[in-house]
Structures are given as structure tokens and as C-alpha cells.
């Protein structure tokens, strides 16, 4: 497959980051959106010093998702690159838990801003600029289908964004374009461990039939397969160690 030019939010967490070098080992061209850049010098370095050897280019691009300024900005970006974009995969996300009678409007319509409405108006601002054959991927959680106590924004803006995956995919597929959710179980990330301790990740790996939590490069993995993956559309993928099907004691 010759090397494509993907946009990747969440670039700078744990999901994105394993994507981000996939993909970059492979020779694709990545525009890498995050506001903790910093975190991918390592990697922006070896794409200088490597390209020749077919490994991948990197750009870097910092923006607040929550900012409607800084959007427009990064659509600017993406826009200008030679040759458009073969996808937009958005990993960023924000799960800050909240019991539902402590709710308030405030922390709704925060996690909705970066969870729903950023990826619906970047897409739509990007949808001139994507190639034929382009891939609109957005990762999800299996708590938009299966919620816990203090997930109720969390979920239901993953649930609205698998939607809004579905919408595109009957939409756009007209042009070829394809999109579509990966909805993660419990992966070993900085969001994930935010607030637990020891104990918690333990019952966390007790949830799944396979007794442990999922890596980063398990979901990556995903990831790439469905960018290439040419029939794959309108769908939700589920990874997540078994942990849907039911408790294993
Ligand atoms: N870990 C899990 O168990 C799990 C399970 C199911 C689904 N997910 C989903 O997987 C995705 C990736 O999460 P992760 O587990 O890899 O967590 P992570 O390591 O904490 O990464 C979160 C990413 O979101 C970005 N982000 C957060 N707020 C942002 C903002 N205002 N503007 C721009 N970027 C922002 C962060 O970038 P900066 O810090 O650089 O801004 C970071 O790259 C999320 O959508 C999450 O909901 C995770």
C-alpha cells in the first residue's frame, strides 16, 4: 500500500501515540494534533532522521479541541498539505467522572465539546479536502453501549459519536469515503489510571474473561487494520478483552 496522510487527534496519549508509530513505521505521513506535543519529540526526531529510509513524516500541530479558534486553525493546516487527506482518525477525549446527581451543565457540555462536537465540525470543515477513498475514524468506549455509575456525559457522548460514525458512512460512502467507531474496553492509559489505585486496575482486569486489562498497541492495531481495510464501514469495533460478553467469576 503506498503511503497515505491521516490527521490524528489524541495524538499524544497512550491509544494515540501506539497508532501515531504504527503508523509511521510504515512510511504514512501523519499530521499529529495534541496539546502535550512534547511528548512526541522522540518520535518527530526519528521521522526527520529516517524519512529516507521510508519511515514515516511527522508534523506536529498544537490545539486545544475545546477552543472553535483553534479548530479552524488545524483545518487550515490539514487543508494546506499537497494531495488532501486519506482519514481523520480522533482519539482525543476526556472522561471526567461525575456522579448523575452532581451533574451540572458546565461538565456536560465540556465533555460533549471535545467528545462530539469537535470531531462532528472538524470533519465537516475537512470533508472538501479528503481523497476518494477516505477513512473517518473515530474511537468510541464500550461504556457508550454498557454505562458505569458517573459515566452518563461520558457515555452518552461516545454514543452519540459511534451515531454520528454511522451517519458519515451512509453520507459520505457515495464518495467513497468510509467511517467508523472502535469502541475500547479498559486500556492501560494515562486516562485510565487517573485516580486509581493498584487495587482498582486489579478488579479492572478481573472484568474481562482474559483477567487483564488491554495495551495500547492492541487497540493501534485496530486501528490500522480498519484504515485498511476497504469494505469496513458504518460499524462499531468492539475490543475489549471479552469484557462485554460478561464477568468470568
Ligand atoms: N484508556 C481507556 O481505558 C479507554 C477506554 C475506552 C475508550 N478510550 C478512549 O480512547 C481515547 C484515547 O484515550 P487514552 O486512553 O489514550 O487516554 P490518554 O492517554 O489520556 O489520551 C487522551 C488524549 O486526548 C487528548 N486531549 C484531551 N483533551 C484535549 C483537548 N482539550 N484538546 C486536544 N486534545 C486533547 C490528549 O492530548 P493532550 O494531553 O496532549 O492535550 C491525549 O492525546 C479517548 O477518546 C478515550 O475516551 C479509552
Given amino acids: 500500500m503506498s503511503p497515505r496522510r491521516f490527521l490524528i487527534t489524541g495524538a499524544t496519549g497512550g491509544i494515540g501515540r501506539a497508532t501515531l508509530q504504527r503508523l509511521l ?9 495534541g496539546r502535550g506535543l512534547e511528548k512526541l519529540d522522540d518520535l518527530a526526531e526519528r521521522s526527520e532522521r529516517a524519512e529516507a529510509e521510508g519511515y514515516g513524516r511527522l508534523a506536529r500541530h498544537r490545539a486545544d479541541l475545546m477552543d472553535e479558534g483553534a479548530r479552524a486553525q488545524l483545518a487550515q493546516v490539514a487543508a494546506k498539505g499537497s494531495g488532501g487527506l486519506d482519514g481523520v482518525v480522533y482519539i482525543a477525549g476526556r472522561n471526567d467522572r461525575m456522579p448523575f446527581d452532581e451533574l451540572d451543565e458546565a461538565h456536560v457540555r465540556g465533555v460533549f465539546e471535545l467528545n462530539f462536537f469537535a470531531p462532528l465540525l472538524l470533519v465537516r470543515s475537512l470533508v472538501p479536502y479528503l481523497n476518494e477513498g477516505a477513512v473517518l475514524l473515530f474511537v468510541s468506549s464500550t461504556l457508550a453501549s454498557k454505562p458505569v ?7 452518552a457522548s461516545k454514543a452519540a459519536l459511534e451515531s454520528l460514525s454511522r451517519s458519515l458512512a451512509i453520507e459520505l460512502g457515495g464518495r467513497k469515503v468510509r467511517a467508523l467507531s472502535i469502541a475500547p474496553g479498559l486500556v492501560d492509559t494515562a486516562m ?6 493498584e487495587n482498582d486496575l486489579e478488579f479492572f482486569a478481573s472484568l474481562s474473561p482474559l483477567g487483564r486489562i488491554g495495551e495500547p498497541d492492541e487497540i493501534a492495531s485496530l486501528i490500522v487494520h480498519a484504515l485498511d481495510n476497504a469494505f469496513l464501514t458504518g460499524v462499531t469495533i468492539t475490543v475489549d478483552g471479552g469484557s462485554l460478553t460478561g464477568m468470568s467469576r
Avoid at 513505521?25 to 494534533?33: K, Q, S, W, Y
Wanted: hydrophobic share 30%; charged share 30%.
Fill in 25 to 33: 513505521e510504515r512510511g504514512d505521513e501523519i499530521l499529529a494534533v
Fill in 192 to 197: 485510565l489510571r487517573e485516580g486509581r489505585s
Fill in 149 to 155: 455509575p458517573g459515566s452518563a456525559a461520558y457515555s
